[in-house]
């Protein structure tokens, strides 16, 4: 068949047939600025040589870099998996939009979209962010056991052309290959393109120089941080000497050493200096730009703050950030893939991915709201379960009969009345008094 002028394979696609090279080890910054040359060199001409047939968009030695970071440090891996957290799980639905403009959701609908599946759906496409690009391959029969799609792949983004739209059987090489746009596989293949080299372009430099600072401090460990053990003989002779120097390595172990009269053994130790923190120093440095890179906060990714206006003030900025990344996510799924699952017939027409707009609060934030809620509305046993976990009976705050008065009125539990010293804590006067402008009236 031909696309675009172009010879390409009829064959059918097969994921399996894909064969790719990983270079993970040793990785350079060189390497990483020949990479970026490269790329920009295709970026000047590709509005000519784009569809040539000629491979130009082979970012294959790029992913080698990223993957090489993202398995080597574990700073950046945590920071994933806390971004991660947040876009996962049950926070997302599918749902109808009424009259009112409300996102009413559908729950059967839901269900089919949320499982393992779908997980890795959604974190691929949220990794598009980071590594530039991800493509997926979205298979139509169903689990029997589940109900649910069999398979969602995300294809190797080393055999992956983002920018050419298309995929090849071997790395670097145009045939054969599938194009993302051709009749037969648009319906079933996705390739989603943040148009840019991801965020690991900038976080790359900076990890593999953390990695060769890492190297370098533990040589100066080695060399500095253990004390040296000096012996002193008074004899001439070499083989004395070796003698001595034998004895003092093995008393590492032995803890025991025998010398002579006059000989000698001090431990050498030095002063304390600062010396290690031009090596901790960058480690941090670089620790701190990842975290605010990816997730918007160095404290919400694993760092702790010394005063809470600091934390408070992350919060908002990380939950920005996540709301930028769900809002990615919203569009890519409502482009993308919602309607290729209405064309297999899995979901029906008109449901919308949706995420949940719910408070993201911490447990003692979530506690204060609920008890603030609870003295004033009626919230079900059933809401609290699931909240907290906690099976709950009648609330025994409500006042049944009265309209938000004092104590005492009719139909109020006798042991919820109010003491005589709460009254007078709270309105600053006794009951029966009369209260005064400065009082305020009860």
């Known amino acids: 068949m031909t696309s675009n002028g172009v010879e390409t394979s009829d064959e059918k696609f097969n994921i399996e047939l894909l064969e790719a090279i990983f270079k993970t080890s040793k990785k350079t910054i060189q390497e990483y600025v020949r990479e970026l040359d490269r790329y920009n060199r295709f970026k000047s001409i590709q509005h000519v040589a784009g569809t040539s047939g000629t491979v130009m968009d082979d970012r294959g030695r790029l992913m080698d870099l990223y993957d090489a970071c993202v398995q080597q440090d574990a700073h950046l891996a945590s920071v994933i998996e806390t971004l991660e957290s947040q876009i996962i799980g049950e926070r997302y639905m599918l749902c109808r939009i009424n009259e009112k403009g409300k996102f009413i959701k559908d729950v059967k609908a839901t269900e089919k979209v949320q499982g393992s599946q779908f997980d890795k759906l959604i974190r691929g496409i949220m990794e598009a962010k980071l590594y530039g690009y991800t493509a997926f391959e979205i298979l139509p029969e169903i689990d029997k056991r589940t109900g649910k799609l069999k398979a969602i792949n995300t294809i190797e983004r080393r055999n992956v052309l983002a920018d050419q739209r298309r995929i090849v059987q071997r790395q670097g090489i145009w045939l054969p290959g599938w194009n993302f746009d051709d009749p037969q596989y648009e319906d079933n293949y996705v390739l ?192 609290i379960e699931k909240t907290f976990g906690v099976v709950v009976g009648k609330q025994i705050n409500l006042q049944s009969g009265s309209n938000g008065g004092g104590g005492g009125a009719a139909g109020t539990d006798d042991r919820l009345v109010m003491s005589d010293e709460e009254y007078y804590k709270r309105y600053g006067h006794r009951r029966g008094e009369p209260s005064n402008f400065y009082r305020g009236r009860r």
């Open 192 to 383: 989603v393109n943040s148009g840019s080299l991801g965020l690991f372009s900038a976080t790359t430099p900076l990890i593999l120089a953390k990695k060769f600072t890492l190297a370098n401090y533990v040589n100066f460990s080695h060399t500095y941080g253990q004390p040296i053990i000096h012996g002193k003989t008074v004899s001439e002779e070499t083989t004395d000497r070796k003698r001595l120097a034998n004895d003092i390595a093995s008393a590492a172990q032995n803890k025991v050493i025998v010398t002579g009269l006059q000989d000698e053994v001090d431990i050498k130790t030095f002063t304390m200096s600062n010396s290690e923190r031009i090596f901790t120093g960058l480690m941090e440095i670089v620790d701190k730009d990842v975290s605010n890179l990816i997730v918007g906060s160095e404290s919400m990714a694993g760092a702790t703050m010394s005063y809470v206006g600091a934390t408070k003030a992350h919060q908002d900025v990380f939950r920005d950030r996540v709301e930028a990344y769900r809002r990615y996510i919203e569009n890519v799924m409502n482009e993308e893939i919602v309607p290729r699952l209405v064309g297999m017939g899995y979901i029906e027409d008109g449901l919308v991915f949706k995420y949940a707009k719910r408070l993201e609060m911490n447990d003692q934030d979530q506690i204060n709201l609920y008890d603030f809620l609870t003295d004033k509305y009626e919230i079900s046993a059933d809401e």
